[in-house]
Nanobody, 123 residues
Framework: QVQLVESGGGLVQAGGSLRLSCAAS????????MGWFRQAPGKEREFVAA????????YYADSVKGRFTISRDNAKNTVYLQMNSLKPEDTAVYYC????????????????WGQGTQVTVSS
């Protein structure tokens, strides 16, 4: 029912910044949350950050807290991930996801996923 499209990935130097966007195809519901996940080669997909459409409360993985900021524009059905002070270990394919999420970081609670966008941080 919901289609998500990520954009904004690319190649940046360590210490640089990048902003990812995730646009939903249609309306979202207040009970839905939007999350960002990432997956590096040979690694499991891991939680990065999430935000709730209603109220805008957020939650971050410890590895990105203080460097990344998630935000949303409900009118545009779009969520953003501002990534600052990027490190080589941030290199991964970044995915946005949404669904009727009760928690924050459980991949299984996110039903709809985007195709991913590559972020590469060079040293």
């Amino acid at each position: 029912q919901v289609q998500l499209v990520e954009s904004g990935g690319g190649l940046v130097q360590a210490g640089g910044s990048l902003r990812l966007s995730c646009a939903a195809s249609g309306r979202t519901f207040s009970s839905y949350a939007m999350g960002w996940f990432r997956q590096a080669p040979g690694k499991e997909r891991e939680f990065v950050a999430a935000i709730r459409w209603s109220g805008g409360s957020t939650y971050y993985a410890d590895s990105v807290k203080g460097r990344f900021t998630i935000s949303r524009d409900n009118a545009k059905n779009t969520v953003y991930l501002q990534m600052n002070s990027l490190k080589p270990e941030d290199t991964a394919v970044y995915y946005c996801a949404t669904g009727l999420v009760r928690g924050w970081y459980d991949l299984g609670e996110y039903r709809y996923w985007g195709q991913g966008t590559q972020v590469t941080v060079s040293s």
